[in-house]
């Protein structure tokens, strides 16, 4: 195995050959016993990306793609005090690390014997790709004046933006690097380079003494003037974990904007990412696997992948357009490169092809085979957090995507996150988010869209669902491996001794996983949920951590409970009373116990009394006035008594 | 704008406020729609429908007793195998007052042919008390919810948007639909989220209480000891769902109602919640049903019900049709949304409030 299985040369241009690896310093570390070998640079899973690890397992009887969004956690072999999260971890020269996960564990067989590109984790049990630092509680970390949660453009402009006004900043970026995502989005007129933009604003949050960075620091949780981060501290060797509890007066939540999964069968196949994925890996490892490759898009800056990588040595079969007219710079761009392009075709299933290949049928012709597919569902604000501080969002049917609305105390969005998909757009609502949390008024958020009709809005890619394809279709791309719910299949003879077997969830109001962002979209675009709900399911379904959980409000009933409960008034007449029975001492009668006045009597409505309860040796009752001979009936028995005081 | 004149119209989402609708168009002959969503197959559920219920009222016993075969019948018609299961929910208590609660409950329902049998310690925790209760029925809404919309579709009752609504005099409605009118002559609100939003204040019966309630989702590995808990002291419902995982149901603000199931549940750490919705609720201040309007030509109320609501929807929508026997027809004028204080008391047990004296 070698450390540039899936890398392109170091020669390749445009910045796709791995700003942050440095290729002249290998390191070997193992996983599961496992040699992986990588760069200086690389993550855990950049490393086992990079040597054509590609597959996490197996789920749902499919094998299931090891990605960025969906990848184990793992920790050290011999001391399992830390579980890290491999692909904000950076690689270290001779770590022994262990993979975390529930269900089955790969036996000594095979792990010796595993094929080369997968971990080999049966991913069947719900949960199965377990975040273990969600279950911990946060110990108390600085108070600071303001948290911008995401170091991308917008996130450090907020950070300035605070600084300057005299806040002490607290920027927190779950990646090893600040910069964010947008790369790929290219530039508009007139702008700098994205490269170019970030380089300055990094360089002018060093200068700055007010303005804290933390890498690898993951939100996520929110709550009143309170962050939940996981944290690690790549400095320290080995490198260690904790789970801090922020506090500020001021949070900035500037988490962009992800890419949502086309629904379709097969389609978390090992092989397959997303559009800002592939780009990722490649700008910041220099990983593009296999030679052919398709692009499956609804959204316009995938086309600009394609553009990049040409020359790259990756051969671009073809882009399919699951809109049917769609207009765009990147779509002009990429015919001029003399790209096919086939506008209206959704891939109906993905299949795994011979020889780790990907088999990509099409609604005409012969099905595609390729080393290498790009699906591209267009992009959506990450509103998790937002939803998680209580935000509320409703779907925007002209731009399908769930959007924000309304406010929330000492929050604010930014960025890609509140929908501002331009870098200018970005950077002024980084700016105006600072000016509205301090009451001011500013010069507001310039975010100069071009118009719908030169660069057609996103839509969300879906198949029809079939109850015979043959690999698994998800909702999203995130680890709680969300099935498209299906109809309940009739039972086979053949459960009798395989048991019923794992099936998708029928309805999502049961699923026992959170509904993702990405999720819900998909649950519109499929018909699931309707646009009107979106926001509100989306907010129901987000996984909460309770950050300040308050003593149990729940009503607790006195210790002692009323003479007679209010639920008997008036059941044996208005002159019913409290009396002391005389019966049979080996008799405790319960409370509830009906009684009668007669030995036949089984009718509740014909009861003229009932037992209260017995305490201090004595068996309290109501009784109606008129009672006179007195039977109790207590576990079927007819017990008499007669009423003592 | 055209008009459309119809006798009811019935707000509501629930199963109970469809079936209502459905039996008044197919039974009674009268014309109705529905106004609102169908929510059961998104919406995470914040109430459960179950035969069996804390009820220490021998007339509500004896009137479900009777009608429980009738509305099954009818559920099992409408929703096919899929919608109606059978099971064995737990009752249990740990508190004093819930303790003799649950005594009441378990001699009135073993008097109504109810298999009631305790639950060991072992099973269910030391200092609990707790009943298993044998073959009680429960509505799968999530399978039961499309069979409804077509039943009533069938039926020739319209589901209307609740957007445009416009209250008139003696109980009528008037709804817009579109281009359309449609006049009701009565309307009927169902769920809570339905009176909340409709019901005008002039028209809020004395004994209707709001409270803070919960519903959270969890990922939850672990099993519960029934299919179906309920905790009488709090009133918090524990759901065991299929697909893995549990829903919880209660009263509380989310957090406290967070906290509350992580101890009630006794999870190590941090509770796994997968979903979470904390909503206002109503309840009545004596635990009975409020039935029928407030005032004299008000809007019709069918609130209080519990989880045994829509097993009394056949007599119900008796009721309402003026079509119920004297008995029924008792029980429900005995529990009129109008009451107040007067007449004999009809008070039922009261999760999480605090118990009163009579």
């Known amino acids: 195995m070698r450390p540039d299985t899936n890398r392109l040369p170091a020669t390749t241009g445009k910045g796709l050959a791995g700003a942050y690896i440095e290729r002249d310093r290998p390191i070997r570390f193992t996983i599961n016993g496992r040699v992986i070998p990588g760069f200086r640079g690389d993550t855990i899973l950049s490393a086992l990306l990079a ?33 890290l999260p491999m692909e904000r971890t950076p690689a270290r020269d001779g770590v022994e690390y262990r993979i975390l996960a529930n269900g089955p564990s790969p036996g000594l067989f095979s792990r010796l014997f595993q094929p080369g590109r997968t971990l080999g984790l049966t991913l069947n049990a719900n949960g199965s790709l377990v975040r273990p630092w969600r279950a911990i509680k946060g110990e108390r970390g600085a108070s600071t004046d303001l948290v911008v949660i995401g170091g991308g453009v917008a996130g450090m402009a907020a950070a300035l933006a605070g600084a300057r006004a005299g806040l002490q900043v607290t920027l927190l970026e779950a990646s090893p690097h600040v910069g964010g995502h947008s790369g790929l989005f290219g530039t508009q007129d007139g702008e700098n380079t994205p490269q170019e933009n970030i380089a300055a604003l990094v360089s002018e949050i060093i200068a700055s003494n007010a303005i804290t960075v933390l890498t690898h620091a993951e939100v996520f949780a929110i709550g009143e003037n309170l962050v939940r981060v ?37 389609n978390r196949l090992p092989g397959i990412a997303g559009a800002q994925e592939a780009f990722e890996l490649a700008y910041r490892y220099g990983i593009w696997p296999g030679h052919s490759w398709m692009l499956a898009t609804s959204g316009n800056p995938a086309y600009r992948l394609a553009t990049l990588l040409d020359g790259s040595g990756a051969t671009l079969d073809r882009i399919l357009e699951g809109r049917d007219h769609a207009n765009s710079r990147y779509i002009e761009f990429c015919k001029a490169y003399g790209i096919r392009q086939f506008p209206g075709t959704v891939p109906t299933a993905i299949t795994p092809g011979q020889h780790g290949r990907l088999s990509v049928a099409l609604p005409h012709g012969e099905p595609v085979v390729v080393d290498r597919l790009v699906l591209s569902g267009g992009w959506q604000p990450d509103l998790t957090l937002w939803h998680l501080s209580g935000g509320e969002s409703r779907w925007n049917p002209k731009r399908q995507r769930l959007e924000p609305i309304g406010t929330v105390p000492g929050v604010v969005l930014a960025g890609s996150a509140a929908g501002h998909f331009t870098r200018r757009g970005c950077l002024t609502s980084g700016l105006d988010a600072v000016d509205r949390l301090l009451g001011r008024s500013g010069p507001g958020v310039d975010d100069p869209v071009i118009d719908a009709y030169y660069e057609t809005p996103d839509r969300q890619m879906s198949a029809e669902a079939s109850g015979d394809a043959a690999a698994p279709t998800y909702l999203d791309a995130d680890d709680a491996l969300m099935l498209r719910p299906a109809a309940p299949q009739p039972r086979h003879w053949t459960q009798i001794f395989r048991g019923p077997g794992k099936t998708p969830v029928r309805v999502l109001s049961e699923a026992p996983q959170p509904l993702s962002i990405g999720a819900i979209c998909a649950g519109v675009g499929i018909g699931l949920i309707p646009e009107e709900s979106a926001g509100i399911v989306a907010q129901e379904r987000v996984a909460l951590v309770p950050l300040h959980p308050a003593s149990s409000a729940q009503a607790v009933t006195p210790a002692e409970p009323p003479p007679v409960p209010a639920y008997l008034a008036d059941r044996f007449g208005p002159h019913a009373a409290l009396v002391v029975l005389r019966h049979d001492p080996a008799w405790q009668l319960g409370a509830g116990a009906l009684i009668f006045e007669d030995e036949d009597a089984l009718d509740p409505r014909r009861a003229i009394g009932v037992v209260l309860r017995t305490r201090d040796g004595k068996t309290e009752a109501l009784l109606a006035a008129s009672a006179k001979k007195l039977v109790v009936r207590d576990l079927g028995q007819a017990i008499p008594a007669e009423i003592q005081s | 704008m055209s008009e459309t004149q119809v006798d009811f119209a019935v707000f509501g989402s629930s199963p109970l406020s469809g079936v209502i609708a459905g039996l008044l168009a197919s039974q009674h002959g009268r014309k109705v729609v529905t106004v609102g969503s169908a929510l059961a197959r998104y919406r995470l559920p914040r109430a459960i429908d179950l035969s069996v219920a804390p009820i220490t009222r021998p007339e509500t016993w004896a009137l479900l007793a009777a009608t429980v075969p009738e509305a099954s019948k009818l559920i099992a018609k409408i929703g096919g ?21 649950l005594g009441h409950f378990s001699h009135m329902a073993s008097a109504y042919g109810i298999l009631v049998e305790p639950v ?55 709804i817009g ?102 909503f206002e609720a109503l309840a009545s201040s004596d635990g009975a049903p409020l039935l029928g309007p407030v005032v004299p030509e008000g809007v019709q109320l069918l609130t209080g019900l519990g989880p045994t609501g829509i097993f009394l929807a056949p007599v119900l929508a008796r009721w309402l049709a003026g079509e119920a026997s004297a008995e029924e027809g008792a029980w429900c004028d005995a529990r009129r949304a109008d009451r107040g204080n007067s007449g004999a008391s009809v008070a039922e047990f009261t999760s999480g409030f605090e118990e009163r004296a009579a």
């Open chain 1, 51 to 83: 040597s054509g690890v590609d597959t996490m397992g197996t789920h749902s009887g499919s094998p299931i793609g090891l990605r960025e969004s969906a990848a184990p956690a793992i920790t050290y072999a011999h001391a399992p005090t830390h579980a």
């Open chain 1, 230 to 266: 996981h944290q690690l501290d790549t400095e320290a060797e080995p490198v260690t974990s904790r789970v801090v509890d922020f506090s500020a007066r001021h949070i900035v939540i500037a988490t962009g904007a992800f890419e949502r999964l086309p629904v379709l069968s097969g």
């Open chain 2, 81 to 101: 195998r899929g919608a109606l299961r059978r099971v064995d929910p737990i009752f249990f208590a740990d508190g004093p007052i819930g303790t003799e609660a």
């Open chain 2, 120 to 174: 060991p310690p072992s099973k269910i925790g030391e200092g609990r008390k707790a009943l298993r209760i044998g073959d009680a029925l429960t509505i799968n809404r999530p399978a039961f919810e499309p069979t409804l919309e077509a039943w009533l579709t069938r039926e020739g009752v319209k589901r209307l948007s609740d957007a445009a609504i416009f209250f008139g005099e003696a109980g009528s409605v008037e």
């Open chain 2, 177 to 278: 639909a579109g281009e359309n009118l449609v006049a009701a002559r009565h309307a009927v609100l169902v769920d809570d989220t339905t009176i909340l939003n409709h019901l005008p204040g002039w028209q809020w019966p004395s004994q209707l209480l709001r409270r803070q309630q919960a519903s959270i989702l969890t990922a939850s590995s672990q099993h519960l000891a029934g299919p179906i808990m309920l905790q009488l002291d709090s009133g918090t419902v524990l759901v065991q769902h299929e697909e893995g995982g549990m829903a919880a149901m209660g009263l509380g603000t989310l957090g406290a109602f967070s906290t509350a199931i992580a101890e009630l549940t006794a999870e190590s750490g941090q509770l796994q919640q997968v979903g979470q919705v904390g």
